[in-house]
C-alpha cells in the first residue's frame, strides 16, 4: 500500500521561508509528476507547482518567483521551497504523484503564515 507522508509545514510570519516535503513509502513505480497543491478555508484547492519526470515544471502565477519545487527520484520525494511567504499562501498543501494507473494524495500539512 502506498502512503504520501507531507512534512515541514508550520506556523511563519510573513517574509519567512518554509520546506515542504513529501516521501513515499510502499511499492511505487514510474511516478509522471509528482505536484503539490493547496486549500485555503473556504476556497477550492489548487495547483502551487509540479515538476514532471525529466525536470519540467509549472508554478501557479501567484508563486512564481518565491517557490521551487524539486524532486529526488532515487527517494521518491519531492519538496517545496516557499520563500517570502504571504499571509495568502496559508492553507492546507497537499502532494500528488501521478503514476501510469493512479494518482495518489498526501494527507496534507498546514501552512499558516501571519502578518
Known amino acids: 500500500q502506498v502512503q504520501l507522508v507531507e512534512s515541514g509545514g508550520g506556523l511563519v510570519q510573513a517574509g519567512g521561508s518554509l520546506r515542504l516535503s513529501c516521501a513515499a513509502s510502499g511499492s511505487i513505480f514510474s511516478i509522471n509528476t509528482m505536484g503539490w497543491y493547496r486549500q485555503a478555508p473556504g476556497k477550492q484547492r489548487e495547483l502551487v507547482a509540479a515538476i514532471t519526470s525529466v525536470g519540467s515544471t509549472n508554478y501557479a502565477d501567484s508563486v512564481k518567483g518565491r517557490v521551487t519545487i524539486s524532486r529526488d527520484n532515487g527517494k521518491n520525494t519531492v519538496y517545496l521551497q516557499m520563500n517570502s511567504l504571504k499571509p495568502e499562501d496559508t492553507g492546507v498543501y497537499y502532494c500528488?504523484?501521478?503514476?501510469?494507473?493512479?494518482?495518489?494524495w498526501g494527507q496534507g500539512t498546514q501552512v499558516t503564515v501571519s502578518s
Open positions: 500528488n504523484f501521478v503514476t501510469r494507473s493512479y494518482s495518489y
